[in-house]
């Protein structure tokens, strides 16, 4: 994270993320710091950063999650030349599709 945004308070939220022990916690405490949209916008772009990462197309990726094409850029930017965060989740979202087509 960039040392702009990196401080005690967020290395404080980052540490009670780590703490959750289940996807119910996780849930709980997203419902509970986060409005519904903010919520729903991060789900948003990890969903645009798994489709770009298995070489969707913006139209598709549009139609499907109803993203602006700006917000695609966004994410495809951070894919290539972030700081490697959605990358690192990449392999699980592929495991947990896997598993969900079988």
Known sequence: MAAKTRDHLTDQLFKAILSLKSEEQCSNFFEDICTISELKSMAQRL????????????????????????????????????????????????????????
Not at 54 to 59: P, V
């Open 47 to 102: 969903e645009v950063a798994r489709m770009l990462d298995a070489g969707c197309i913006y139209e598709e990726i549009v139609e499907k999650t109803g993203a602006s094409t700006a917000t695609i850029s966004r994410v495809k930017r951070c894919l290539v030349y972030g700081a490697d965060g959605y990358n690192s989740i990449m392999p699980l979202l592929k495991k947990e599709d896997k598993h969900n087509a079988e």
